[in-house]
């Protein structure tokens, strides 16, 4: 499926939104729109439109770009009141997607200091099938060659917060303003979760992303000063993407310590079963010597099934997946067996093969197999199909 997919891929047109969010950018803005047309003029394999999100900028960037639209069919604007970038982006995204209707999003700087002529990077990334591609300047390659030692340890230490803080790792640069995204996967993450008002949207919309299972690619940005107009960067917005990188982390945890609290209480479910059915419900039929293991099994599936729903509708509560309910309780049930295998080959390699404490070797085996448990149930059970 994938595959094929894929295949496909490459030769489907697709419509292509560039969002540029502007405040106070006129110079800027009417030396970037030509540049950039003339870019996706070369690239025929895809149709783009241009939209310029301004918040009524005082220096009259929307009368520049009104000018700019007489000639060109492509360019859009929708103007709103200024909120902070991350509201911009928001409300480009949706313009964008309900009327431009568009397959991808390209977020763009507008004040010249993301190249146009990365956008053809952008969606070669795209076409390969990753659905989000991030112009970044912390791989090889990548550059902020203008700034001095203090933008350039601000950026760091944010992009830093953003890794491991927030729990990124495997992405170089957290912060990047300038990226292409896959509609589909961005309609997947619910908007009320991207409620950050400033530029701590950008690392927002990465986290949710990859919560709703983004396939992700970094191409090299060599990043270039603006030279008109200044930087609206504040230290509110500084703030702002400080304390969210914790709530990110603690979002993370958070659903791993429902998915443990939810485990520890199926124990009690499981002995439960197991007496009622061992000392009650089997006995009406006679008692026979496998109402022991029957027992037992009876206590692991029904203490199964309450995992199962518990974690549905309440650890996974919002996670927006297609697939049947039934599906999912089968692949739990997948997740639960190979994690009885883990416990198991850990506890004799332990054991056995270690000489450790069958106790602290089985200790060492239910964590495992617990971490492991999670992750499939995270990464598999749970998480929509990319199609
Ligand atoms: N509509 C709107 N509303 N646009 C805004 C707002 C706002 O409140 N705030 C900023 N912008 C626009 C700017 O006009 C510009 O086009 C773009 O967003 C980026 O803003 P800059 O002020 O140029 O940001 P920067 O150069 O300091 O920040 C760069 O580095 C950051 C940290 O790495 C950008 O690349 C950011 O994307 C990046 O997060
Ligand atoms: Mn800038």
Known sequence: MTCSYLGILGK?????????????????IEILIPKLEVEIKNIKKHDFEILVVDDNSPDNTASAVNQLQKQYKNLHLVSGEKKGLGVAYLRGASYAIDKLKADVLIMMDADLSH??????????????????????????????????????????VGNSFARIIAGMYKIHDCTSGYRAIRTSVYKKV???????????????????????????????????DRKYGDTKLKSKDMMEFFFNSFRLRFKSSKRMIKFAAVGGSGIFVNLGIFTLAKNVLYPLYGRTNMTLLASSLTGDEISIIYNFLLNHYWTFRGVTSKEHILKKLAKF??????????NNAVLFFLHIGFGLTDVVAKFIGIIIAFIWNYLLNVKWTWREKIQ
């Open 12 to 28: 489907h047109r697709m419509k292509i939104a560039i969002i540029l969010p502007t405040y106070n950018e006129k110079e800027n």
């Open 115 to 156: 190249p146009p002529e990365l956008i053809a990077e952008l969606m070669k990334g795209i076409d390969e099938g990753y659905d989000l591609v991030i112009g970044s300047r912390y791989v090889k390659g990548g550059a902020t060659p203008d700034w001095n030692l203090r933008r350039r340890v601000i950026s760091k």
């Open 190 to 224: 619910n908007t009320k979760n991207l409620s950050t008002k400033g530029y701590a949207f950008i690392s927002t919309l990465l986290y949710e992303l990859f919560s709703v299972g983004a396939r992700a690619k970094e191409v090299p940005l060599v990043f270039y």
């Open 333 to 342: 049930h997948i997740v639960a067996l190979t994690s009885v295998v883990i």
